[in-house]
Nanobody, 124 residues
Framework: QVQLVESGGGLVQAGGSLRLSCAAS????????MGWFRQVSGKEREFVAAINWSGGITYYADSVKGRFAISRDNAKNTVYLQMDSLKPEDTAEYYCAAGYSSLASRTPGGYRYWGQGTQVTVSS
């Protein structure tokens, strides 16, 4: 069982930055790929970024490539999402997720455990 707790969301002006953190419980954090997804009310959950178990392989949605960076610290059981040059269309609830395996996935079905989410609001 893995429990995930996101933090770092908030209100920021367009062009600003936020850093999301996701703290994981459990002894096997380094065994899982991790991902970040986001969701706007009434829409499907959208892939943002993913990272494999070691941090050596990352994937990004086209909409955030070059602006967001995912990273992980296995010693701290934490995954991060650095978000720069934020846009109003980045406004959403952001969720971190732990995968079924060490390989990163771009789809929600590839993740077994989910956090409760943290709201990010970007004002224009």
């Amino acid at each position: 069982q893995v429990q995930l707790v996101e933090s770092g969301g908030g209100l920021v002006q367009a062009g600003g930055s936020l850093r999301l953190s996701c703290a994981a419980s459990g002894r096997t954090f380094s065994s899982y790929a991790m991902g970040w997804f986001r969701q706007v009310s009434g829409k499907e959950r959208e892939f943002v970024a993913a990272i494999n178990w070691s941090g050596g392989i990352t994937y990004y949605a086209d909409s955030v490539k070059g602006r967001f960076a995912i990273s992980r610290d296995n010693a701290k059981n934490t995954v991060y999402l650095q978000m720069d040059s934020l846009k109003p269309e980045d406004t959403a609830e952001y969720y971190c997720a732990a995968g079924y395996s060490s390989l990163a996935s771009r789809t929600p079905g590839g993740y077994r455990y989910w956090g409760q989410g943290t709201q990010v609001t970007v004002s224009s």
